[in-house]
């Protein structure tokens, strides 16, 4: 009997999978598509076991797709713009782009050992000019559409990465790439109006029933939709008006000052001729350097200095101090709060430090709130109002509607919806990034790049320094150039766009990827995509696939596509886990998957990640269970090894009322084994226990398998030939290499991928006897085998009739017998 030899069956067909083609797709609008796709990785050199998992998870949903009929498109690329090859420019002396390409060579070289499915044909790289060239029209076509725009503003920047960040970039206060603290930054900036479509991302959240719940709350949170009152407060002194924007206007009557932002425009009015200007200039630049995190968080000291001048409520006429203060933000809302000490903890907090007044407007229902009892805010968000004018006494839900309405009445306030999102900032002053295709000119302005001149590409000539100016601005080749409108001498764009604009589209690249006419054809695009699964991290959540929706639906509103979202469904992978943490290098607990595969082989690191746990959940690393993986599937390899004589000698047709009764068990446990396998991973991507079904069904085959000499009941041909050939079937998706190889051998001719899936015969899974576990007074007594047919009462009678069970109620009175079919008969005796 051959060996398993994993590395050289794995070798020959990635191989022959590789000369002949095999998952290259076409085109075919006659057949059921299904677009299978994993989130393409960054080029940083070597796979982890992050990856290992989630590409798994994605060719196993490929091959089973294909198995059923579908034409599967099933692409990979690499999101290869970004910091980390300008960084190993910067400290190795390095081209970024000999960097990427090499990086990218070894990863290809990676997922082909792991006997991954891919059509390599439709390779994306987004640092190609062939791929940026669109990524630069796209934008374009979002400057047409009024949805990209450039503005000086306050931003977020990253000394490490020497480069702004968009908000959803900074992650508690800190650089979503490398960790360190994000502080604020003055800077002319381009940006995409998302918020133009706010509302849509919000309110098609309810189309995607695909997609995991907690993504989609925080997709919700993040876009933070509220619904309010914004009011303008007078300032007699300066004879100027602001605007409060807030959404608990039954809280109103309670305001006892106005928080402003350090960076709210009124500030400058505020400084001209005060006595305090030094003092108030020099604390909004120390608040300007705190990070959001800093400034927002409920925990920490809430700061601020008192201007000296008032404004004036216009719900009771009262003037209220105007303070600036590090704990309101100029890019949420209006910049300004109505500060309610009584209502709000930071508010309260804030008065309590600086003894400011504080009045009480909600009277919670069932108990009294008495102000010098109270040590925090009453946040809760219902109550009666008090000591709110003629509102007082009103349910605060009602007040809410009717303060609105007076604010309306009066002309001072209007209803108005907010949101927590804000346009995306995509600058970057970076050199390893698409070019915005932009020329300044002092005659025109900003001026878009003629579409017959892209792309704009990337000069080779630059220097790498850190710092915050963009190499790009010390190139003066590409700096100068003329103005496509006037002629005249003008300069280019020397920003760069945030890498997640690369990675916004290219799901969409890939169902035309060698197109230059367009970024796609609009019949391919709409016959292959939206995506029917989309794999990869939870931490993409609010970043990419925001960002991705937002793409579609301009590309859709552009007529370029005729679908609302990108991903219909969408799993994300836990991580892999060793001793207790996520594996990193920091903390020395690594496992690469060269070494596993260069041990066990590509088939047995795909068993284990997709055996070891539910795909969702996060996996605990165990050498254990990588073993345990190899040896089962040197088990499959002898059984099929066995029986391959009998395989090739049958036929798919046999007389199955032959069958023994060991035999007629076996293809029952086959045919529940299929129905079970195909549940799992078509409705649950259960995978693991469907691997358990699997490895069940080998057990039971190995009862006829003659191993360390025992006698075994001999096997009918046709039914050998019927488990061999689903058992290897049902196993491909899972170990493509080693069910290709057992395929070859004993069937002889094509390919086990390009095999129907099996159907399970419903007549096979009955049971013509089931064992019954007998009870007497819940403890388990005896068994007995019955006809599956029979009704309750035989079966109760049958039970009685055991000598064993009347040896062990003799003498005793029987109050109640309970059956439950073809489980157990327990019998209660006193």
């Given at each position: 009997?051959?060996?398993?030899?994993?590395?050289?069956?794995?070798?020959?067909?990635?191989?022959?999978?590789?000369?002949?083609?095999?998952?290259?797709?076409?085109?075919?609008?006659?057949?059921?598509?299904?677009?299978?796709?994993?989130?393409?990785?960054?080029?940083?050199?070597?796979?982890?076991?992050?990856?290992?998992?989630?590409?798994?998870?994605?060719?196993?949903?490929?091959?089973?797709?294909?198995?059923?009929?579908?034409?599967?498109?099933?692409?990979?690329?690499?999101?290869?713009?970004?910091?980390?090859?300008?960084?190993?420019?910067?400290?190795?002396?390095?081209?970024?782009?000999?960097?990427?390409?090499?990086?990218?060579?070894?990863?290809?070289?990676?997922?082909?050992?792991?006997?991954?499915?891919?059509?390599?044909?439709?390779?994306?790289?987004?640092?190609?000019?062939?791929?940026?060239?669109?990524?630069?029209?796209?934008?374009?076509?979002?400057?047409?559409?009024?949805?990209?725009?450039?503005?000086?503003?306050?931003?977020?920047?990253?000394?490490?990465?020497?480069?702004?960040?968009?908000?959803?970039?900074?992650?508690?206060?800190?650089?979503?790439?490398?960790?360190?603290?994000?502080?604020?930054?003055?800077?002319?900036?381009?940006?995409?109006?998302?918020?133009?479509?706010?509302?849509?991302?919000?309110?098609?959240?309810?189309?995607?029933?695909?997609?995991?719940?907690?993504?989609?709350?925080?997709?919700?949170?993040?876009?933070?939709?509220?619904?309010?009152?914004?009011?303008?407060?007078?300032?007699?002194?300066?004879?100027?008006?602001?605007?409060?924007?807030?959404?608990?206007?039954?809280?109103?009557?309670?305001?006892?000052?106005?928080?402003?932002?350090?960076?709210?425009?009124?500030?400058?009015?505020?400084?001209?001729?005060?006595?305090?200007?030094?003092?108030?200039?020099?604390?909004?630049?120390?608040?300007?350097?705190?990070?959001?995190?800093?400034?927002?968080?409920?925990?920490?000291?809430?700061?601020?200095?008192?201007?000296?001048?008032?404004?004036?409520?216009?719900?009771?006429?009262?003037?209220?101090?105007?303070?600036?203060?590090?704990?309101?933000?100029?890019?949420?809302?209006?910049?300004?709060?109505?500060?309610?000490?009584?209502?709000?903890?930071?508010?309260?907090?804030?008065?309590?430090?600086?003894?400011?007044?504080?009045?009480?407007?909600?009277?919670?229902?069932?108990?009294?709130?008495?102000?010098?009892?109270?040590?925090?805010?009453?946040?809760?968000?219902?109550?009666?109002?008090?000591?709110?004018?003629?509102?007082?006494?009103?349910?605060?839900?009602?007040?809410?509607?009717?303060?609105?309405?007076?604010?309306?009445?009066?002309?001072?306030?209007?209803?108005?919806?907010?949101?927590?999102?804000?346009?995306?900032?995509?600058?970057?002053?970076?050199?390893?990034?698409?070019?915005?295709?932009?020329?300044?000119?002092?005659?025109?302005?900003?001026?878009?790049?003629?579409?017959?001149?892209?792309?704009?590409?990337?000069?080779?000539?630059?220097?790498?320094?850190?710092?915050?100016?963009?190499?790009?601005?010390?190139?003066?080749?590409?700096?100068?150039?003329?103005?496509?409108?006037?002629?005249?001498?003008?300069?280019?764009?020397?920003?760069?766009?945030?890498?997640?604009?690369?990675?916004?589209?290219?799901?969409?690249?890939?169902?035309?990827?060698?197109?230059?006419?367009?970024?796609?054809?609009?019949?391919?695009?709409?016959?292959?995509?939206?995506?029917?699964?989309?794999?990869?991290?939870?931490?993409?959540?609010?970043?990419?696939?925001?960002?991705?929706?937002?793409?579609?639906?301009?590309?859709?509103?552009?007529?370029?596509?005729?679908?609302?979202?990108?991903?219909?469904?969408?799993?994300?992978?836990?991580?892999?886990?060793?001793?207790?943490?996520?594996?990193?290098?920091?903390?020395?607990?690594?496992?690469?998957?060269?070494?596993?595969?260069?041990?066990?082989?590509?088939?047995?690191?795909?068993?284990?990640?997709?055996?070891?746990?539910?795909?969702?959940?996060?996996?605990?690393?165990?050498d254990q269970g990588v073993e345990g993986a190899f040896r089962f599937l040197g088990r499959v390899w002898r059984i099929v090894q066995q029986?391959?004589?009998?395989?090739?000698?049958?036929?798919?047709?046999?007389?199955?009322?032959?069958?023994?009764?060991?035999?007629?068990?076996?293809?029952?446990?086959?045919?529940?084994?299929?129905?079970?396998?195909?549940?799992?991973?078509?409705?649950?991507?259960?995978?693991?226990?469907?691997?358990?079904?699997?490895?069940?069904?080998?057990?039971?085959?190995?009862?006829?398998?003659?191993?360390?000499?025992?006698?075994?009941?001999?096997?009918?041909?046709?039914?050998?030939?019927?488990?061999?050939?689903?058992?290897?079937?049902?196993?491909?998706?899972?170990?493509?290499?080693?069910?290709?190889?057992?395929?070859?051998?004993?069937?002889?001719?094509?390919?086990?991928?390009?095999?129907?899936?099996?159907?399970?015969?419903?007549?096979?899974?009955?049971?013509?006897?089931?064992?019954?576990?007998?009870?007497?007074?819940?403890?388990?007594?005896?068994?007995?085998?019955?006809?599956?047919?029979?009704?309750?009462?035989?079966?109760?009678?049958?039970?009685?009739?055991?000598?064993?069970?009347?040896?062990?109620?003799?003498?005793?009175?029987?109050?109640?017998?309970?059956?439950?079919?073809?489980?157990?008969?327990?019998?209660?005796?006193?």
């Open positions: 009997m051959e060996k398993y030899t994993p590395h050289e069956i794995e070798k020959k067909w990635q191989t022959k999978w590789e000369e002949e083609k095999t998952y290259k797709t076409e085109y075919d609008p006659a057949l059921p598509k299904y677009y299978a796709l994993e989130m393409f990785p960054y080029p940083s050199g070597n796979l982890h076991m992050g990856h290992v998992r989630n590409y798994s998870i994605g060719d196993v949903m490929a091959r089973y797709k294909r198995m059923e009929g579908f034409n599967v498109i099933h692409p990979m690329g690499f999101d290869a713009f970004g910091m980390p090859a300008e960084n190993a420019a910067i400290k190795h002396g390095v081209r970024p782009s000999d960097w990427t390409y090499s990086n990218i060579e070894n990863m290809i070289r990676q997922q082909r050992e792991m006997g991954l499915s891919y059509d390599w044909d439709r390779e994306v790289e987004t640092c190609r000019p062939e791929y940026y060239r669109w990524t630069q029209w796209l934008f374009e076509l979002f400057y047409k559409r009024g949805l990209a725009y450039k503005k000086e503003a306050s931003v977020n920047w990253c000394d490490t990465c020497g480069t702004v960040l968009a908000n959803e970039q900074v992650i508690d206060g800190k650089c979503w790439r490398c960790d360190d603290e994000v502080h604020k930054k003055d800077l002319s900036q381009w940006f995409l109006k998302i918020t133009d479509y706010a509302d849509e991302l919000l309110k098609d959240l309810d189309l995607l029933k695909g997609w995991p719940e907690r993504v989609k709350t925080m997709q919700e949170n993040w876009i933070g939709r509220s619904e309010g009152l914004e009011f303008q407060m007078e300032v007699p002194e300066l004879g100027e008006k602001f605007a409060v924007y807030t959404t608990r206007p039954d809280t109103a009557y309670g305001i006892t000052f106005v928080a402003l932002a350090a960076e709210h425009p009124l500030v400058d009015k505020i400084i001209e001729n005060n006595p305090k200007a030094e003092e108030i200039k020099a604390f909004c630049e120390k608040v300007r350097n705190e990070s959001e995190m800093e400034r927002t968080s409920s925990e920490s000291e809430k700061e601020g200095i008192f201007t000296g001048i008032y404004a004036v409520s216009p719900f009771t006429g009262d003037k209220v101090q105007l303070w600036i203060t590090n704990y309101v933000l100029a890019d949420y809302g209006t910049g300004a709060v109505m500060a309610v000490p009584s209502g709000d903890q930071r508010d309260w907090m804030f008065a309590k430090k600086y003894n400011l007044p504080i009045i009480l407007t909600l009277q919670p229902k069932d108990r009294e709130l008495k102000l010098e009892e109270m040590t925090e805010a009453y946040v809760e968000k219902e109550g009666v109002l008090v000591n709110s004018g003629k509102f007082t006494g009103m349910e605060m839900h009602e007040a809410q509607k009717a303060i609105i309405d007076e604010a309306e009445k009066q002309g001072f306030g209007e209803r108005k919806v907010n949101y927590r999102l804000r346009d995306w900032l995509i600058s970057r002053q970076r050199y390893w990034g698409a070019p915005i295709p932009i020329i300044h000119c002092e005659h025109c302005g900003p001026v878009l790049v003629p579409e017959e001149d892209l792309p704009v590409r990337l000069p080779e000539n630059v220097k790498f320094e850190q710092g915050s100016v963009s190499p790009l601005a010390q190139c003066e080749e590409f700096v100068n150039c003329t103005c496509p409108k006037c002629g005249a001498p003008a300069k280019r764009e020397t920003d760069t766009m945030d890498t997640f604009i690369c990675s916004s589209w290219y799901y969409l690249r890939y169902t035309d990827p060698k197109n230059t006419e367009m970024p796609f054809a609009k019949d391919k695009v709409n016959y292959w995509a939206p995506v029917d699964q989309y794999i990869g991290g939870i931490e993409h959540a609010i970043l990419h696939l925001l960002y991705s929706r937002f793409f579609t639906k301009v590309i859709r509103d552009a007529g370029l596509v005729d679908f609302d979202e990108p991903f219909k469904n969408l799993l994300t992978q836990g991580m892999v886990i060793k001793d207790g943490s996520k594996m990193s290098k920091s903390k020395g607990n690594v496992v690469s998957p060269e070494e596993i595969i260069a041990k066990y082989g590509a088939d047995t690191a795909r068993l284990f990640i997709l055996f070891a746990a539910p795909p969702e959940r996060d996996l605990e690393w165990s029986f391959e004589g009998a395989v090739k000698g049958a036929s798919d047709t046999y007389d199955v009322s032959k069958l023994t009764k060991e035999e007629k068990d076996l293809r029952r446990i086959l045919h529940v084994t299929i129905d079970k396998v195909t549940e799992d991973i078509r409705d649950r991507f259960t995978f693991n226990t469907a691997i358990s079904s699997i490895m069940e069904l080998v057990n039971a085959f190995y009862a006829f398998y003659p191993e360390n000499g025992k006698t075994v009941p001999e096997l009918n041909a046709g039914l050998a030939r019927e488990v061999v050939l689903n058992l290897i079937k049902m196993l491909a998706p899972f170990a493509p290499h080693i069910t290709e190889e057992m395929w070859s051998q004993v069937v002889g001719e094509g390919s086990v991928h390009a095999q129907k899936w099996p159907k399970a015969d419903k007549s096979a899974q009955v049971q013509d006897e089931i064992e019954i576990v007998l009870q007497i007074n819940g403890k388990v007594r005896d068994k007995i085998v019955v006809a599956a047919f029979l009704g309750k009462d035989e079966i109760q009678e049958a039970a009685l009739a055991q000598p064993r069970v009347k040896e062990l109620i003799e003498g005793k009175t029987i109050v109640k017998v309970i059956v439950v079919p073809k489980k157990l008969v327990n019998i209660v005796v006193k």
